[in-house]
């Protein structure tokens, strides 16, 4: 279910991925299926996958995935990338298709749709698939050409759409701080507007000094960029200038009152507590 660009809800149907598919379910080797070229989501070998593989060997797959036959033989898989892995995983030598002739265009728009509505995707594998779905919808004569019905099959706006397509031009290191949340998405986009050599610059000063990257800041680093006053030095300055809070515990009085003696001093209190803290820390070594 999704809610459209004009704000009504409305139900995403296999069919209304997918079109139409008047051709029955053929059983295919999983040797004759390949992932769909630069195919931008995942597939892990997580717990998701283990549930996956035990329903598979109780029920079998239950709903066939989609391909496209190759020039060169086989199928390329449009739909259905976790299912084959978790055919393979619970020993089957077959998975059940739908065998789709389509063009590249269309079979772009299919594998980005029949994913962009999972919850656990990360915002590196949704900005690539919005970017890959953007450079088909281009094309000549393809169907759905704006940035809200780009982002339709998800339930999201066009301005959504843009932010991610925005995301998608960061390097390889600043899109894991995003998907790591390490870095805000905000501070992600405004570094998308940099050169890759720049943005590489400002990846290497967050790691050498392990500070975290405020809005502020890459607001700033985006509008030097912008002006052409932007150089791995002041990239520096900026950074720095974002100091890690330091850790801060206060340990009210009346909670120490029945360990120390009225009249101990701050000093004397605070040397005893670390003096015990060492020699718990010994003990656990």
């Known amino acids: 279910m999704s809610r459209g660009v004009a704000g009504k809800i409305r139900i995403n149907t296999f069919e209304d991925i997918v079109g139409s598919l008047e051709d029955g379910v053929t059983q295919v080797e999983l040797s004759e299926l390949h992932d769909f070229k630069n195919h931008p989501f995942r597939v892990l070998d997580d717990e998701k996958m283990a549930e996956t593989v035990e329903s598979i060997k109780k029920q079998g797959i239950i709903v066939p995935g989609i391909v496209r036959p190759l020039k060169e033989g086989g199928y390329e898989i449009i739909a259905g990338h976790r299912r084959r892995r978790?055919?393979?995983?619970?020993?089957?030598?077959?998975?059940?298709?739908?065998?789709?002739?389509?063009?590249?265009?269309?079979?772009?728009?299919?594998?980005?749709?029949?994913?962009?509505?999972?919850?656990?995707?990360?915002?590196?594998?949704?900005?690539?698939?919005?970017?890959?779905?953007?450079?088909?919808?281009?094309?000549?004569?393809?169907?759905?050409?704006?940035?809200?019905?780009?982002?339709?099959?998800?339930?999201?706006?066009?301005?959504?759409?843009?932010?991610?397509?925005?995301?998608?031009?960061?390097?390889?290191?600043?899109?894991?701080?995003?998907?790591?949340?390490?870095?805000?998405?905000?501070?992600?986009?405004?570094?998308?507007?940099?050169?890759?050599?720049?943005?590489?610059?400002?990846?290497?000063?967050?790691?050498?000094?392990?500070?975290?990257?405020?809005?502020?800041?890459?607001?700033?680093?985006?509008?030097?960029?912008?002006?052409?006053?932007?150089?791995?030095?002041?990239?520096?300055?900026?950074?720095?200038?974002?100091?890690?809070?330091?850790?801060?515990?206060?340990?009210?009085a009346d909670r120490l009152k029945d360990y120390f003696p009225e009249d101990a001093s701050d000093e004397e209190i605070e040397s005893i507590i670390i003096s015990l803290l060492e020699e718990w820390k010994s003990r656990d070594k």
């Open 86 to 252: 978790a055919a393979e995983l619970a020993g089957l030598k077959t998975m059940p298709v739908y065998i789709k002739e389509c063009s590249d265009e269309q079979a772009t728009c299919m594998m980005v749709d029949s994913n962009i509505q999972r919850e656990d995707i990360l915002p590196s594998e949704k900005a690539r698939a919005y970017r890959m779905k953007y450079e088909r919808i281009k094309s000549p004569g393809v169907k759905g050409n704006s940035l809200d019905e780009l982002g339709e099959a998800a339930g999201e706006s066009g301005k959504t759409v843009q932010r991610y397509l925005w995301l998608s031009n960061l390097i390889d290191g600043l899109m894991d701080l995003v998907d790591t949340k390490k870095i805000g998405m905000a501070q992600g986009i405004d570094l998308s507007f940099l050169g890759k050599e720049e943005q590489t610059w400002v990846l290497e000063e967050i790691k050498v000094r392990g500070c975290p990257l405020g809005m502020t800041q890459s607001a700033r680093i985006k509008e030097l960029y912008k002006s052409g006053e932007l150089t791995k030095t002041v990239i520096k300055l900026i950074i720095e200038d974002v100091k890690p809070r330091p850790k801060k515990f206060v340990l009210k």
